[in-house]
């Protein structure tokens, strides 16, 4: 089992940028594959980038290629979401999630086993 607490939310103007940080707690974090994923007030939980258990490996959401950037340090038990020109419509509360079953990236949520608590980005016009 695997504990995930996300950090590096906050308020930020449209074209600023952010980085979202996820510490997992737990043995063999290198044996999960972590994920990235959003849900904005009124709307579905949506998948934003997921990256493989080495971190070869990486998959983005249309509207966040080229924008959002997605690592991870084994040795730190951490992935980041690195988010540069932000959007108005980025803003939601964005979540990691780790997926011990699967062994490529999956975009689907019911896939992920553990989910941390959610950290708040806010993006003003």
């Known amino acids: 089992q695997v504990q995930l607490v996300e950090s590096g939310g906050g308020l930020v103007q449209a074209g600023g940028s952010l980085r979202l940080s996820c510490a997992a707690a737990?043995?063999?974090?290198?044996?999960?594959?972590m994920g990235w994923f959003r849900q904005a007030p009124g709307k579905e939980r949506e998948f934003v980038a997921a990256?493989?258990?080495?971190?070869?490996?990486?998959d983005y959401t249309d509207s966040v290629k080229g924008r959002f950037t997605i690592s991870r340090d084994n040795a730190k038990n951490t992935v980041y979401l690195q988010m540069n020109s932000l959007k108005p419509e980025d803003t939601a509360v964005y979540y990691c999630?780790?997926?011990?079953?699967?062994?490529?990236?999956?975009?689907?949520?019911?896939?992920?086993?553990?989910w941390g608590q959610g950290t708040q980005v806010s993006v003003s016009s």
């Open positions: 999630a780790a997926d011990a079953r699967n062994y490529y990236i999956t975009y689907v949520s019911k896939e992920y086993d553990y």
């Open positions: 990256i493989s258990k080495s971190g070869a490996s990486t």
């Open positions: 737990g043995r063999t974090f290198s044996s999960y594959t």
